[in-house]
């Protein structure tokens, strides 16, 4: 129930498509899901989060699609650019437990070719 | 927004030594910090959870004698690798969760460190 699933394993999108990240969980009790970018030999960095009371959360060219009956939310990187090549890890949380771990998804490696 | 720092960014050491491994919030109090050890294509692994004041909770098959984790303020914890072996070869990773009103509950990640057993 720990679980958080991600897919795909890996992602070749060309420059100024689309690039879509999908993640499932099963802990009804998360309520906290935030996305990470994890560049080659650097920690992750907070890309975007979002809450389970709203559906979908833009921030700039990320977008977090969140469906909660399904237990399921997704990651839309617009316009993508090679700058954005990167593994991207979905993560699932309580906002009220500062004490408790994230639980992360396996990660997705992004390529997006010139 | 907050930030923490992890030193040193990368370590070689010779088979059988220690290597400590700091973690530092510095701009906020962390009462807990996180280690994780991550695998070349790979997700994070949670080793243990560390407490300010008090041990640090092991995950299951991780050897507390073997990675020594230390949180002796509220903005620094460290992490040392015992013994170390090519196996430990790794990258290291801590991170840490502000306390703050509101829901920023983000956790922050320190820059990794790389260590490579010789």
């Known amino acids: 129930q720990q679980q958080v699933k991600q897919s795909p394993q890996s992602l070749i999108v060309q420059k100024g498509g689309i690039s879509i990240i999908n993640c499932a969980y099963e802990?009804?009790?998360?309520?906290?899901f935030p996305w990470y970018q994890q560049f080659p030999g650097k920690g992750p960095a907070l890309l975007i989060a979002?809450?389970?009371?709203?559906s979908e959360k833009k921030e700039g060219r990320f977008t977090i699609s969140f469906n909660k009956s399904a237990k399921q939310f997704s990651l839309h990187i617009m316009d993508s650019q090679p700058g954005d090549s990167a593994t991207y890890f979905c993560?699932?949380?309580?906002?009220?437990?500062?004490?408790?771990?994230?639980?992360f998804g396996p990660g997705t490696r992004l390529s997006v070719l010139p | 927004g907050a930030v923490v720092s992890q030193h040193p960014s990368w370590v070689i050491c010779k088979s059988g030594t220690s290597v400590k491994i700091e973690c530092r919030s510095l701009?906020?109090?962390?009462?807990?910090m996180f280690w994780y050890r991550q695998f070349p294509k790979q997700s994070l692994m949670l080793m243990a959870t560390?407490?300010?004041?008090?041990?640090?909770?092991?995950e299951q098959g991780v050897e507390k004698d073997k990675f020594l984790i230390n949180h002796a303020s509220l903005t620094l914890s460290t992490l040392t690798v015992t013994s170390a072996h090519p196996e430990d070869s790794s990258f290291y990773i801590c991170?840490?969760?502000?306390?703050?009103?509101?829901?920023?509950?983000?956790?922050?990640f320190g820059q990794g460190t790389r260590l490579t057993v010789v």
């Open positions: 991170s840490a969760r502000p306390r703050r009103r509101g829901d920023h509950t983000e956790a922050f």
């Open positions: 802990n009804t009790a998360f309520d906290y």
């Open positions: 979002i809450r389970p009371d709203v």
């Open positions: 993560a699932a949380s309580r906002r009220d437990n500062y004490g408790q771990n994230f639980v």
């Open positions: 701009d906020f109090q962390a009462t807990t």
């Open positions: 560390s407490n300010e004041g008090s041990k640090a909770t092991y």
